[in-house]
């Protein structure tokens, strides 16, 4: 396989998801550059639905106590990920709004640039959203979908098995 394609496909074989982090800093170019991603991610119509809300260690006491796991407070930076859906695309023929499966889009492409940036993150939707809001000024018309915590991996992201479902059983060719 091409070099670049390898790469490429490696960087999923790699990521999982990190529950402890090393005392390291994220790299303010690092930070920026996820950032981009997260702006240029698809959204249905382009319509962008979407508010991250970056919270550095700095001033994150309050914040920390939504997690149940302690691994997650020590995350350097957690990026809180908003859905706005009266911003969204909604789909005519069943009314099916967007805005969560954008911001799931554009989280998802983020959390693979942080993977080849070498950071640690982890999806944290087991957290209380109303209490997020209160804590962090965040709109009544603002879902809070989930908290992404990202910093470097305790232990060196390396390539390994994944526990799925088998192809057989998840993928259908021409009809269910
Ligand atoms: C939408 C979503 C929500 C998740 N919420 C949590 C969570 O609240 N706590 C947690 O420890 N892991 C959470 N995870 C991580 C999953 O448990 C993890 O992705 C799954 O077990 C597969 O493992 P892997 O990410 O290491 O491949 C979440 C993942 C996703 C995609």
């Not at 982090?21 to 249905?44: C, F, G, H, M, N």
């Amino acid at each position: 396989m091409d070099e670049k394609l390898r790469i490429f496909y490696e960087l999923y074989d790699r990521r999982r998801s990190i529950r402890e982090y090393l005392d390291r800093e994220v790299e303010r170019d690092k930070l920026a550059r996820l950032l981009t991603i997260l702006r240029r991610a698809q959204s249905a119509a382009n319509r962008q639905p979407w508010h991250f809300i970056v919270v550095e260690k700095e001033g994150r006491e309050e914040l920390n106590e939504v997690f149940t796991k302690e691994g997650f407070r020590k995350a350097p930076v957690v990026i809180v990920a908003c859905a706005e859906p009266g911003q969204a695309w909604v789909r005519k023929t069943d009314h099916r709004n967007y805005a969560w499966v954008d911001v799931a889009i554009a989280v998802t492409e983020m959390i693979g640039a942080a993977t080849a940036e070498g950071l640690g993150t982890c999806w944290v939707a087991a957290i209380d959203p109303e209490r997020v809001k209160r804590i962090l000024k965040i709109p009544p018309h603002i879902d809070v979908v989930g908290i992404i915590t990202i910093g470097y991996p305790v232990k060196e992201l390396v390539r390994e098995e994944k526990n799925r479902k088998p192809l057989e059983e998840i993928i259908h060719y021409g009809r269910w």
